[in-house]
């Protein structure tokens, strides 16, 4: 992590940072001031707009991104925070054109509407899934009422979550 403490000031700005951040496997170098979050440096320095800006208070959940494994609000973390770590963004989960499991189970069960939830969803569910893959159906529920959408009801998003979860589980010879 980037050390701040030396930070000159200059009227109400603090000089630019150089920071290194790992998205997605790819290191990236940025300069940005130390007050830029990681979900403005993620969309407009590194132009992954997938990551989405909601509420900005980190209530909604549109922003989440993996740190390091676990779901972050990127609206809530600095950039600079970010450095050293491991930051996956929904531009992560597949790899070309195919879908990866988790967004076809989004698909399939119908677990999006208009999709501006979507992205946060997706990567609270990666990430949940991977500390507890064995997660039953009420502990999905649980989960997926930290982020907020106006669209489905979440029982579609539950449904897709279980569905992943399940196929993650029994191989396909199941």
């Known amino acids: 992590m980037t050390d701040t403490s030396g930070l000159t000031h200059t009227g109400s700005t603090c000089d630019p940072l150089l920071l290194t951040l790992d998205v997605n496997g790819l290191r990236h170098e940025v300069i940005t001031e130390p007050r830029r979050t990681l979900v403005d440096v993620l969309r407009h320095d590194l132009r992954l707009t997938g990551t989405h800006v909601g509420c900005e208070h980190g209530i909604c959940g549109a922003c989440t ?25 929904v531009e992560s989960l597949s790899d070309g054109p195919e879908l990866s499991d988790l967004q076809a189970a989004f698909s399939e069960h119908h677990g999006l509407q208009c999709g501006f939830c979507t992205p946060g969803f997706l990567m609270l569910a990666e990430g949940f899934l991977a500390e507890r893959p064995e997660a039953t159906k009420d502990e999905i529920r649980e989960v997926v009422a930290a982020n907020l959408c106006r669209c489905t009801g979440y029982q579609t998003i539950v449904e897709a979550i279980d569905g992943c979860a399940v196929a993650r589980r029994c191989p396909k010879e199941c």
């Open 65 to 89: 991104v993996l740190v390091d494994d676990r779901p972050v609000r990127a609206c809530l973390m600095f950039a600079a925070q970010a450095e050293g770590a491991r930051i996956r963004t």
